[in-house]
């Protein structure tokens, strides 16, 4: 089997969306379903874990290249601009913002993370709602740090600066009533899900029908599709 055109190589950074900023370590193939498939090898560190990933299935999966500077400078810039606050029932704002990171471009990545920070100052967040923020927030200032060649934690400042504004505009006092039991019925799922479960790591379900589920002793993920 002649190796496939790759839109990677090794050694490069790579952004991907349900798991975090990585670096293709490898290109290799290996024997699935009585054919040899090309994978990608990509080093997650926020995770401190590898994944193996079909070349042909990269692009459904959201994978792609850091941005340009200038790309990096825009999602700054775009995450202090006005918007229209999302819906406030929880469940179909979350699936919204699920369905966002999915498709996983900076511009959808700092929607969540303003949508999500001006709710916040609103009403604590649903503690679902709380960890798609927060993974939200961490691979943005990952692939902005990795575009502009600075500190991750500077880039936590400078969105910081710029989100603090929304916070103020934020009128703590526009809740609607029933609110309060969306949170109720969020409590309600959580004690029905698997604690150890991580939604961020759930990508369509149609992605993982030909999944091996053999991961590796050495703590790598096989995403087959």
Excluded: C
């Excluded at 290109?27 to 990608?40: Q, S």
């Excluded at 969540?112 to 993974?135: A, C, F, H, T």
């Excluded at 943005?140 to 575009?147: F, G, H, K, R, S």
């Excluded at 309060?180 to 990508?203: A, L, R, T």
Aim: glycine share 4%; proline share 4%; no cysteine.
């Amino acid at each position: 089997m002649a190796k496939p055109k790759t839109e990677f190589a090794i050694n490069q950074k790579v952004v991907y969306p349900s798991q975090g900023v990585g670096t293709v370590t490898d290109i290799f193939k290996k024997e699935f379903n009585g054919e040899m498939v090309y994978y990608y090898k990509i080093y997650i560190p926020v995770s401190d874990m590898y994944v193996m990933v079909p070349v042909k299935n990269s692009s459904k999966l959201g994978i792609r290249s850091i941005v340009s500077k200038e790309e990096a400078q825009k999602a700054i810039d775009m995450i202090s601009e006005n918007f229209e606050p999302a819906t406030t029932d929880w469940k179909l704002r979350y699936q919204l913002n699920l369905d966002l990171l999915k498709k996983g471009s900076i511009e959808d990545i700092t929607k969540i993370v303003r949508s999500l920070y001006y709710r916040s100052k609103q009403k604590e967040l649903p503690i679902m709602e709380r960890k798609l923020y927060d993974n939200a927030k961490k691979l943005l200032e990952d692939e902005i740090a990795e575009a502009l060649g600075i500190d991750p934690q500077e880039v936590e400042a400078m969105l910081h600066a710029k989100l603090e504004p929304l916070g103020i505009k934020a009128d703590k006092k526009s809740m609607l009533d029933d609110d309060s039991d969306d949170f109720d019925d969020e409590i309600d799922d959580e004690k029905k899900s698997d604690d150890s479960d991580d939604e961020f790591d759930d990508d369509d379900e149609d992605e993982d029908d030909d999944d091996e589920g053999d991961d590796d002793d050495d703590g790598e993920d096989d995403d087959d599709n």
